[in-house]
């Protein structure tokens, strides 16, 4: 079993717009995915991120609040999760709510020794 | 990591109404100048939770959690603001107190910021449909589409009329308070007249969208039920327009069959009225029981509950409504009220009499579909099918819903077969 990296990036301008009961019921799907996921073994570790943070370039010589590369999306939060290949780790990323919102998904293979 | 399913398990509109919670907690303490910061903080605070919570679970309290979030974020824009709009004071007793906010008084706290609010959005000095959309928007926790959806505007339209709404109420002479003495019962007659108005908003058939509208529906009910819990407010017509709310509501299972159709009073099957809500109505319509003048919404309640509670269309109390239309048509002279009550008269003196009355009607009305609707059952119950053709026809033109349109062609169609 290999191990995954979920990056999750953007949504956040259609979030933004949500009214409470949107928010609330998509906050539900998120919740019902990864509680799916942790069900069927899948799930191994995640964690959301705060949207601004901070590029250190040049030992901290240069340090810009970030990460906004102009016109990219920002990462809200990464998931780990236990698939055999890359192919099912993409098809387990369907689910994902963050696709509601124009988001994307990158699914990173972590390498091992 | 923890387990992310109680994000499922938060109960239904938690997040619309603990919105609207905080959003006049913190107007009450930070100022209604400060509304928009409030708004801005606390749509910031759900949206941390809709991101937080699947990842870490749900908090303990979601509700203190939700408001401590919306309030530092308001603290912290204030604090970095260099105009500083929000009393000095009120910062420093904030920073103080927020760490040991007790949550008994926290509760009360809400409860009356939020009553505060109800009174100030009713505001005289706001006109109607603006009243309207602030409740939806502060204290309901309605979004723009949603709201765009229930009134049956477009979203820009709405927000464009929440903008200006929100000036008026910043700019004006309102006070966030509960009206004492003799103004009270003033303000508050407005108060529950925009309640009635989104009731009947959301009450009103419409083939589309069946769902956002009973919503509108629940929420007037429980705006209120929050107006009748408090000892102050506990008015005879809160408990009137309550009871009347409920008798309404317990049809919602059966105002359409399962595809959609309109299914009027006699067609509908009363064994799925919601029982629960017509022994509320019951009850409510008990408290607003008083000596002396009868209100309109009293009577009103009154011939709601006598439909509620008759085992079948044939079985209903005609008598007893016919007598109430006749005092609701005296204290509240309209044409939907003399027209419906024809329907009563046709059922206690016959419907050749009640086509008599309808001339009377029809010479102060304007053309308007309810006025053929019942015509063409008059005409329907005396025999006269080539009239009551006539008649659903002109309906069918005049409305511009589509379930009363689909509703008046079925009928045409039975007629022309018969």
Same mark, same amino acid.
């Given at each position: ?8 990036r ?7 717009e ?6 609330q ?12 996921l942790a069900?069927?073994?899948v799930l191994k ?8 943070g901070?590029?250190?370039?040049k030992?901290?010589?240069?340090v810009?609040d ?8 920002v ?13 099912g ?6 689910g ?10 990158e ?5 091992e020794m | ?10 109960v239904?509109?938690?997040f ?8 006049t ?5 930070f ?11 606390v ?6 939770a ?30 970095r603001?260099?105009?500083l709009t ?8 904030f920073?103080?107190r927020?760490?040991e906010?007790?949550?008994?008084t ?7 910021d ?7 959005c009713c ?62 019962s003033?303000?508050l ?6 309640i ?10 419409s ?15 429980? %705006?209120?039920?929050? !107006?009748? $819990?408090h000892? &102050?407010l506990?008015? @005879?017509n809160?408990?009137?327009? *309550?009871?009347?709310?409920c ?8 105002r ?8 009027t ?8 009225w ?30 709601a509950?006598?439909h ?11 008598? %007893?409504?016919?007598? !109430?239309? $006749?005092?609701? &048509?005296?204290?509240? @002279?309209?044409?939907?009220?003399a *027209? ?16 008599i009355?309808l ?7 304007k053309?308007?579909?309810l ?13 006269d099918s ?10 069918i ?22």
């Open positions: 079993m290999k191990e995954f990296m979920y990056l999750f953007g949504g956040d301008a259609r979030r933004a949500q009214s409470p009961e949107e928010a019921q998509h906050m539900a799907k998120w919740g019902q995915w990864m509680h799916q069900q069927d073994g570790a995640g964690q959301p991120l705060q949207t601004d901070k590029v250190v370039e030992a901290g010589e240069i810009t970030g990460p906004f590369a102009e016109g990219k999306e990462v809200g939060g990464f998931l780990i999760v236990k698939a055999e290949t890359i192919e780790a993409v098809e387990i990323s369907k994902c709510p963050i696709f509601e919102h124009g988001g994307t998904t699914v990173r293979e972590i390498l | 990591m923890s387990n992310p399913t109680r994000t499922t398990e938060i239904d509109h938690f619309r109404y603990e919105s609207s919670k905080v959003i907690y913190l107007v009450g303490k100022g209604k100048e400060n509304l928009e910061l409030v708004e801005d903080c749509q910031e605070a759900l949206l941390k809709m991101k937080v919570w699947p990842f870490k679970g749900v908090p303990d309290n979601p509700s203190a959690w939700l408001l401590k979030v919306a309030q530092n974020k308001v603290l912290d824009t204030v604090r603001s260099q105009v929000a009393k000095k004071e009120t910062i420093s007793n920073s103080a927020s760490s906010v007790n949550e008994v926290l509760d009360t706290q809400l409860h009356d939020y009553l505060n609010m109800m009174f100030a505001h005289p000095s706001i006109m109607g449909e603006s009243q309207i959309i602030l409740v939806l928007k502060i204290l309901s926790g309605f979004g723009n589409r949603e709201i765009a959806r229930a009134l049956m505007k477009s979203e820009d339209a709405i927000a464009k009329a929440y903008t200006r709404a929100k000036t008026k109420l910043k700019k004006s002479q309102v006070k966030l308070e509960i009206p004492i003495g003799r103004q009270l003033q303000r007659d407005i108060v529950l007249k925009i009635y108005l989104m009731f009947n908003e959301g009450y009103s058939s083939s589309s969208d069946e769902l956002v509208k009973q919503d509108l529906c629940y929420e007037a009910m429980r %705006l209120t039920k929050i !107006l009748a $819990d000892p &102050l506990n008015h @005879p809160v408990n009137a327009i *309550l009871a009347l709310m008798f309404h509501a317990s049809r919602f299972n059966t359409t069959d399962a595809d959609g159709n309109l299914q009073l006699d067609q509908q099957d009363r064994s799925k919601n029982k629960e809500l017509i022994e509320q109505g019951g009850y409510h319509l008990y408290k607003s029981t008083r000596f002396g003048e009868e209100s309109a919404y009293f009577l009103e309640a009154r011939i509950a006598c509620a509670m008759a085992p079948s269309f044939e079985e209903t109390n005609w008598k %007893l409504i016919l007598t !109430l239309y $006749d005092a609701l &048509l005296e204290k509240r @002279p309209n044409n939907i009220t *027209l419906n009550r024809l329907v009563a008269l046709a059922k206690v003196e016959g419907a050749d009499n009640a086509l009355c001339e009377e009607v029809k010479a102060d009305s053309e308007n579909y006025l053929y609707a019942i015509e063409g059952f008059l005409y329907e119950e005396v025999g080539k009239r009551a053709t006539e008649s659903y026809e002109k309906a033109f005049l409305t511009q819903n589509e379930a009363e349109k689909n509703h008046l062609v079925q009928k045409l169609s039975e007629i022309v077969s018969v």
